[in-house]
């Protein structure tokens, strides 16, 4: 039954962004590199984002669980923050890029679109934070375990998969989640984020990063207050 | 169970040439006298297959910027060979960490060690357990600089049947000893049946397929998968083997040898590189990661050994520079024709050392090892390939040999120590409370 959670959640989960991956992005190398490189530049948010909150933790009393659950909250507002920029700086870096590989191949133009480069790089970043947020909880679920073990429904991962805005977490004991789809709704809120920036006035852009920051946090909207052990 | 010298001689022949890449440009920026001849049957190349009676554009090809050509084709080719090393680089970490994962043979630690590394490492004091694993660390690479050395001169002096029968032990070694043990423990593991006859057949079919493939011709894709696999196990070796912290001091110290052995003027990977492109000769097979096909290997109607490989290019080329395809060389111009098709997608592949597979495999294996947390594999997963993309870009760039493992191994590094101590407790305490980033 393990092995059944686990590819069906592990389907669910990386469905979209791995026929993705392999229908638009696999063929073509370039891609494939600035795909990777979302994914470090993702990465290297988290890293400062969690060294800030390391900090911050240290620097506090330990035993303050209320302290604590609110350093984490800062931690996650602020790791939100510099996702945001690492994004906008990627962005500048690939647009330079570009424009430097535009500027040396006289007759082609660039290899790749505006367009197709922010498309790769919010996949990039998509499937990387999906994948740290699910991978730990994917492989614990091969182990022995049963859902609904604590009386909860035990129709939980079927319609996680129906709402494709939401963040919100059933209350469960597992904890297979939307992020799948999160990371679906991030990535083209990513994209489209990076192509207004081609297209649209400044304002428009900021409002998308409210809305983006917005959405994120709202996963402090949570029914279930306690921490799952 | 001491691993013997010759499995040490293996890893340290392969680390030898660890780092090596050859330039991965079509020879437009070599000066030896071989480029120019080349380097006209490249261009040529193009109205040759599409009809040899336009002057024109050739001489248009000609008169074009070479630089904003050769940029180009800097590109073209550079994004494509990332992509052929990263794929390789990514199936050798993929079996470790499978590997790793499942047999629980390759995590068990003994007490057993190499002799390499002769300092125990003693848990209790944090102050011996450093100063050991330092030790530990000098002693290996004091071992590797010796034989790395020893090589070298051995190639200088010419002393080819030394350095085939030698790597040819150790390949031995590696394709029947150590595949016999990863088999043997993976049938434990999932406790399947197996007799000795069939087993020896598996192993002895696998091992001189191997030493055909490697040492001598083979397809290409096969000789690939042959040197992913011993890489694999070798990293694997390794990682049972070494101690824990000694693994990673190992590594660094190894990053900063590579870099010293490969930019300094006497260091001597740089001195094996030059030696083998003065003479004009490949760099043993069984060292190097090929990407592209030396287009001699596997064919039936090749009579050539590879290093008369590119005079015959040349010699075509000459021929094409004439205009004229003489009859008594319709054979040649038919393989050269052929050649031409062939080599016109990919001319020159990028190579890669196969220590640069194995060290690349034990941080991403020791990763996996400890702490069991999927999200560190990943991040130093991900550090390694972006390290590997920068120095291809940086190859591009200067054109020569360059080293593959201070980039990589300092990014990895790096990713594990802060994702196993900054994210591991970040990650941990937002799955705690459900929050999603």
């Known amino acids: 039954m393990t092995l059944a959670v686990f590819f069906g959640c592990a389907f669910i989960a990386f469905g979209p962004s791995f026929s993705l991956f392999v229908f638009t992005v696999a063929k073509d190398p370039l891609r494939v590199i600035i795909l990777i490189a979302g994914a470090f530049f993702w990465l290297l948010s988290l890293l400062l984002s969690s060294l800030v909150w390391f900090i911050a933790v240290k620097a506090s009393n330990s035993q303050d669980l209320g302290l604590q659950r609110g350093l984490l909250m800062f931690g996650v507002f602020f790791s939100v923050l510099l996702q945001e920029v690492f994004r906008f700086v990627y962005y500048r870096l690939l647009r330079k890029a570009n424009e430097g590989l535009a500027a040396i191949s006289d007759d ?122 | 169970m001491n691993t013997s010298d010759s499995e040490e001689d293996s890893y340290n022949e392969r680390s030898a040439l660890v780092q090596c890449e050859s ?95 002769p300092f125990e490492e003693d848990p209790n004091s944090v102050g011996q357990r450093l100063l050991n694993s330092l030790l530990n660390t000098m002693v290996m690479i004091s071992v590797i600089v010796v034989m790395t050395i020893i090589l070298v001169v051995l190639y200088k002096y010419r002393c080819y049947k030394f350095i085939h029968g030698w790597l040819i ?119 190097i990661y090929s990407s592209a096909m030396v287009w001699m290997v596997g064919m039936a109607d090749s009579s050539n050994p590879d290093s008369a490989d590119e005079r015959q290019r040349n010699e075509g080329g000459a021929l094409a520079q004439e205009g004229v395809e003489s009859e008594d060389d319709a054979t040649q111009g038919g393989r050269r024709r052929y050649s031409a098709e062939e080599d016109l997608e990919e001319d020159r592949g990028v190579k890669l050392g196969l220590g640069d597979f194995i060290f690349y495999s034990v941080l991403v294996g020791k990763a996996a090892t400890t702490g069991g947390d999927w999200n560190t594999t990943l991040a130093c997963f991900v550090a390694i390939l972006i390290g590997l993309c920068l120095t291809l870009l940086l190859l591009a760039i200067f054109k020569k040999a360059l080293p593959a493992l201070p980039i990589s191994i300092t990014f990895g590094l790096v990713f594990y120590f802060s994702t196993d101590n900054l994210v591991r407790p970040f990650m941990d305490s937002l799955a705690a409370h459900q929050y999603y980033i």
């Open chain 1, 108 to 229: 082609d133009g660039s290899a790749i679109s505006v367009r197709q480069m922010a498309y790769v790089a919010g996949l990039g970043f998509g499937i990387m934070s999906g994948a740290f947020s699910m991978i730990n909880v994917l492989s614990d679920s091969l182990g022995p375990g049963t859902v609904g073990i604590f009386g909860d429904s035990q129709y939980y991962f079927i319609t996680a998969g129906e709402l494709l805005q939401s963040l919100m977490e059933t209350p469960s004991h597992f904890k297979v989640q939307f992020s799948p789809l999160t990371m679906a709704f991030t990535l083209i809120n990513c994209c489209l984020l990076i192509v207004s920036k081609v297209v649209v006035k400044s304002r428009y852009c900021v409002g998308l990063e409210m809305q983006n920051m917005v959405m994120k946090n709202m996963c402090f909207i949570s029914t279930n207050k306690q921490p799952i052990c």
């Open chain 2, 23 to 117: 330039p991965t440009i079509p020879s437009y920026n070599q000066d030896h006298d071989m480029s120019l001849p080349q380097e006209t049957d490249t261009k040529r190349r193009r109205p040759v297959s599409s009809g040899l009676d336009e002057p024109g554009p050739v001489e248009r090809e000609r008169a074009s910027t070479p630089d904003g050509e050769e940029e180009e084709l800097t590109l073209k080719y550079g994004a494509k060979h990332v992509i052929m090393l990263f794929i390789p680089v990514t199936l050798c970490m993929v079996v470790v960490v499978a590997t790793i994962k499942s047999v629980s043979f390759y995590t068990e630690k003994t007490s057993q060690r190499l002799i390499y590394t």
């Open chain 2, 169 to 287: 032990l150790s390949s031995l070694m590696l394709l029947f000893w150590f595949s016999f043990m990863y088999l043997g423990e993976v049938f434990k593991t999932y406790n399947v049946a197996m007799d000795y006859p069939t087993l020896v057949m598996i192993i002895w079919n696998f091992g001189v397929v191997g030493m055909i493939c490697i040492h001598w011709k083979g397809p290409l894709r096969l000789q690939q998968a042959y040197l992913i696999v011993i890489s694999a196990l070798m990293a694997l070796i390794f990682i049972k083997y070494l101690p824990e912290w000694s693994a990673w001091v190992i590594l660094g110290a190894i990053s900063i040898y590579d870099l010293i052995a490969v930019l300094c003027p006497k260091g001597p990977l740089r001195m094996l590189v030059e030696t083998a492109q003065e003479r004009n000769e490949p760099i043993f097979p069984a060292l």
